[in-house]
């Protein structure tokens, strides 16, 4: 069983920055994918990034250029650091570590005001 447990929402002005983390339970969680979702009031969850085991990453069009991933997997953690937020950046965010199946941490809410 893993464990996520995200940090690092908030409330940020358009065209500001935000960085969010999430803290895997197992130190195995560096032979997983991990990833970031998004999911709006009224949308569907979106997938937003991802970063593998070795490091590669992609990103949903919607945030390339200003949303990016990366892990340090001497600490578990993996992050998504924010930039040039929108509006309609705001949604929860959920963190996920794939493998077999996928875990989801419990989301943290992210608000853009214009």
């Known amino acids: 069983q893993v464990q996520l447990v995200e940090s690092g929402g908030g409330l940020v002005q358009a065209g500001g920055s935000l960085r969010l983390s999430c803290a895997a339970s197992r130190s195995t969680i560096n032979i997983y994918t991990m990833g970031w979702y998004r999911q709006a009031p009224g949308e569907q969850r979106e997938l937003v990034a991802t970063?593998?085991?070795?490091?590669?990453?992609s990103y949903a069009d919607s945030v390339k250029g200003r949303f990016t991933i990366s892990r340090d997997n001497t600490k578990y953690t993996v992050y998504l650091q924010m930039n040039s937020l929108k509006p309609e950046d705001t949604a929860v965010y959920y963190c996920t570590a794939r493998r077999t199946r996928i875990y989801w941490g419990q989301g943290t809410q992210v608000t853009v005001s214009s």
């Open positions: 970063i593998t085991p070795g490091g590669s990453t």
